[in-house]
């Protein structure tokens, strides 16, 4: 038998309600910044970046086939970033047609921390 045990996190319906934050954000690439805001949502630990805030003159967002589901957000669709001819392969998330609870999220970008470098002030 297993010394861990399941987390309740993934058994709940919304673990984590998404909060609005006001500060700075940035999502960068090799010291390239690709998005940037004043304001963005928090949810479950990462930063979602509102779509206007992604800088399309530094970085090209490709949405790729991948697609994972949150029983709580929904079905999640995946960017592939690119930064000076550099793919990161499904590095970026976002819900396009979440659910009633992560409505505040739609659209909005986050970011594999492992990818990308994540700052918040």
Do not use: R
């Not at 984590?16 to 910044?33: I, L, R």
């Amino acid at each position: 038998m297993s010394p861990f045990k399941i987390s309740n996190l993934f058994k709940s319906k919304n673990p984590t309600t998404p909060k609005m934050v006001s500060g700075t954000a940035t999502a960068k690439v090799n010291g390239v910044t690709i998005a940037e805001a004043t304001e963005w949502e928090v949810v479950e630990g990462n930063i979602y970046f509102p779509p206007s805030s992604l800088k399309q003159d530094q970085a090209q967002f490709t949405k790729t086939s991948t697609a994972s589901v949150c029983p709580w957000k929904g079905t999640a669709s995946y960017y592939t970033i690119t930064v000076d001819g550099k793919e990161l392969k499904d590095a970026a998330w976002f819900y396009a047609t979440p659910k009633d609870k992560a409505e505040n999220i739609k659209d909005h970008v986050a970011f594999y921390k492992t990818k990308v470098d994540i700052t918040s002030s």
